[in-house]
Every structure is written in C-alpha cells, then in structure tokens.
C-alpha cells in the first residue's frame, strides 16, 4: 500500500443500500449534527482503530488484561484524558465502546451540551464561525476531541459579539 498524503481516513460502508444502516446513520447525523456522512464513518474508523489496537495488546498478552494493561499504558491513558474512558476502566472495556461515546467528545457536541448553544448544528456554526476557544485558543474544527481537563475551559471568544450575554442567539440558548 502506498504511504501518499492523500489517502482517505476512514472506510465506506461494504453495501451501498441498506435501509436499517442508512436510518440509523441518518438518526446519528441529526442527533450529533454532522456535516456528513463522511464524518459519521470517519468517527467509525477511528474506533475501529481503538478496537483493533486493543485485541492486539491483549492478543500478545494472551488476554490477561494486567500485562495488556502496561504495555498499551499511554494507549489507555489517552483514551482516559479525552474521556472516552472512565477512570476505573481497563483495556478490555475499550471492546465494548460505540461510536455514540467518540461522538459525544467531539467540541461541537460538549458545546452544545454545555448549553453554548440551542442545537447541534448551532454549536457547530459558532466553532466553524470562530466564536468558540478552548483554554484560550480558538478553535474552528468541530470535530476536536476534548480533552476532560479542558472542559471547564470551553468560552466564546472575548472578541466575538456571542461574548455579550444580551446576544439574541445567545439568549435563546441560555433558556
């Protein structure tokens, strides 16, 4: 396989046209305000990556999860900082991860779900827009995943006009 730049981050769906897939993408598209598809599978991929990267830690351990626990340590720690992981969860628990749980680490939804926003899409305006940082930074990629620490430090820009609470979008969303 060639190592090019241009090689795609994520892997299409096997069949074209199945109604139950396709409803139930649709559903995830709307609920988490996706641009795309595209976004949607690329989200699945990077699980798929999590899963693959897990079994094989626990594959060469021969499935005790102490020893696949240490030598996938910063794995499992990254998992934990941008809170796909609790705390007390192990290796094994990365198996049993749905695409639900990367989705809701995304900025858009932590933003919305700080109240930032009335709606998905909304949330996703006001980042693409530039009105969002995170500690300090501005950010315009909806999709960043958040680490937990930085959540308290989600803001509107001090220079954006979303910064003054009397803003009409921005009262809306404080109801």
Same mark, same amino acid.
């Given at each position: 396989?060639?190592?090019? @730049?241009?090689? @795609? ?5 096997? =069949? ?20 795309? @598809? ?8 990077? #699980? ?30 990254? #998992?934990?900082?941008?809170?796909? #992981? ?10 049993? #991860? ?22 998905? @899409? ?6 693409? =827009?530039? =009105? ?34 009397? =803003? ?8």
């Amino acid at each position: 396989m060639s190592t090019g @730049k241009n090689t @795609k981050g994520y892997e299409t769906p096997n =069949h074209p046209y199945q109604g139950e897939r396709i409803a139930e993408e649709s559903d995830l598209l709307s609920r988490y305000g996706l641009k795309n @598809k595209e976004e949607l599978w690329r989200a699945q991929s990077e #699980l798929r990556r999590m899963r693959r990267e897990a079994r094989r830690l626990l594959g060469e351990a021969q499935g005790d999860v102490e020893v696949a626990q240490e030598a996938g340590a910063e794995f499992v720690a990254r #998992l934990r900082r941008i809170g796909i #992981l609790g705390d007390n969860d192990d290796i094994s628990a990365v198996l049993s #991860l749905d695409v639900t749980d990367l989705l809701e680490r995304r900025l858009q939804t932590v933003a919305y779900r700080q109240g930032f926003a009335s709606s998905t @899409k909304q949330a996703r305006q006001f980042i693409v =827009h530039g =009105h969002v940082t995170v500690d300090g930074a501005r950010v315009t990629r909806p999709s960043v995943k958040v680490d937990v620490s930085d959540e308290g430090a989600i803001a509107f820009d001090e220079t954006s006009p979303l910064a003054d609470d009397l =803003h009409p979008e921005r009262a809306e969303s404080q109801e």
